[in-house]
């Protein structure tokens, strides 16, 4: 079964142990991260970059958590 994980605009996973078994199901959690951000008005990046609430999930990824896992043993491996 696929397993699913949302990133942050910053490539961070949205929740720590939660994956999700569909795409309706990460886009629901795309939702719940933007809504954390309401009462701020925006998300800061780690860089800086200020995101305005109507662009923070369109900077959020969902990706398999299989492939995620591959391309960072890659990553290391590479380094």
């Known amino acids: 079964m696929k397993k699913l994980i949302v990133l942050s605009p910053d490539s961070i996973p949205t929740t720590r142990k939660t994956t999700f078994a569909n795409r309706e199901q990460a886009e629901l959690e795309v939702q719940r991260f933007v809504r954390r951000f309401k009462m701020q008005g925006f998300y800061r990046t780690a860089d800086g970059e ?17 492939q995620l896992e591959r391309n960072e043993l890659i990553s290391l491996l590479m380094n």
Do not use: F, G, T, Y
């Not at 200020?50 to 969902?62: T, V």
């Open 50 to 66: 200020r995101l305005e609430l109507s662009s923070i999930a369109s900077r959020c990824q969902i990706v398999d958590q299989e």
